[in-house]
């Protein structure tokens, strides 16, 4: 299997559709290499815009693009845009209804080394929480290329989170990618694992490794938090168990927003996996994977246990 980096299959296909589409512009917050935006830089310098270390500025400026027909995307470190650019991100794109879309580059602990400073960890519960905004976790660069074209294509504001390394690919080139819908990527009738962004290669592994046991899982892709796909998760809970893994603090990601509708629609077992609420561990994303049980081997474990196996 190849491996890419979803930050690259996004600047390659904003790039392809920029040359297309004179309205589409791209800002960068002195992140133009961390995002691989220097071809775009390069070849579209009137679509470009560099706003320097000043993300709530740059959401801004991207508000008032788009206030003037632009199709917009804003990208910088997703630790930064995320915190830094909350209240912007609240007013001037979620309140306002601004046709921008906030790229968040090396989310989760993609800067593990680098500490907490440059975690993000809280981003999906505080995007969760801004009404009128969408929010997309990419599983691996082939649905990052059609995650950003359905975006191209897309009206309204939407947070966007990927990370920075190189990630096994889950999908061929082209996979079929609707906002709001979930992807079945397994089925199996003992249990329900569902996921979203880098958790979904280690989940597939993981469904192996229980096949191996004699269980069978159910794997799904849920790279749109909000609107999220109940209806996927309500099926899912028929298997009996549900076990959710995430690159993000266990409180307001995936697994809270999973545990909500279930507690209120249809009541079932879970464990939900991720980042504990601590100072994390310090090293790479796959020392801190390991460390925090975020591995096919881990989220096999907690599989076994909720089945008491």
């Known amino acids: 299997m190849s491996k890419q980096t979803a930050r690259h299959a996004f600047t390659r296909t904003l790039l392809a559709l920029a040359r297309e589409d004179a309205r589409l512009f791209a800002l960068a917050t002195d992140s133009r290499g961390s995002v691989t935006l220097g071809d775009f830089a390069r070849e579209l310098p009137g679509q470009f815009v560099e706003c320097g270390i000043a993300e709530q500025n740059a959401v801004g400026v991207a508000a008032g693009l788009a206030n003037t027909g632009k199709k917009v995307f804003v990208c910088g470190p997703a630790c930064f845009y ?45 995007m ?10 990419p599983a691996d660069g082939y649905q990052t ?20 390394g190189e990630v096994q690919d889950v999908y061929e080139k082209n996979p079929l990618f609707t906002l709001g819908k979930a992807n079945v990527l397994r089925h199996g009738n003992d249990i329900s694992l569902i996921v979203c962004g880098e958790m979904v290669f280690p989940a597939l592994e993981a469904a192996k490794l229980l096949a191996a046991s004699g269980i069978e899982a159910n794997v799904i892709d849920m790279h749109t938090l909000k ?83």
């Open 145 to 164: 290329e059609s995650l950003i074209c359905a975006l191209a294509a897309h009206t309204g504001p939407v947070y966007v989170r990927m990370g920075r």
């Open 128 to 137: 969760r929480a801004i009404p009128g905004l969408t929010v997309v976790l």
């Open 227 to 309: 609107p999220l796909d109940e209806g996927v998760i309500l099926d899912a809970a028929a298997a009996g168990a549900i076990v959710t893994a995430e690159e993000h603090c266990v409180h307001g990601g995936l697994g809270s927003a999973i545990a909500s509708l279930l507690a209120q629609r249809r009541p079932t077992p879970m464990r939900i996996l991720g980042l504990p609420d601590e100072v994390l561990y310090t090293g790479t994303s796959a020392e801190m994977f390991a460390h925090y049980g975020l591995t096919p081997q881990g989220i096999a474990h907690e599989a076994k246990e909720l089945l008491k196996v």
């Open 82 to 126: 995320s915190l830094r650019s909350a209240e912007q991100i609240k007013v001037d794109l979620a309140y306002s209804n601004s046709d921008v879309k906030v790229i968040g580059v090396s989310g989760g602990v993609s800067y593990g080394a680098l500490g907490a400073s440059h975690h993000a960890t809280q981003d999906v519960a505080l």
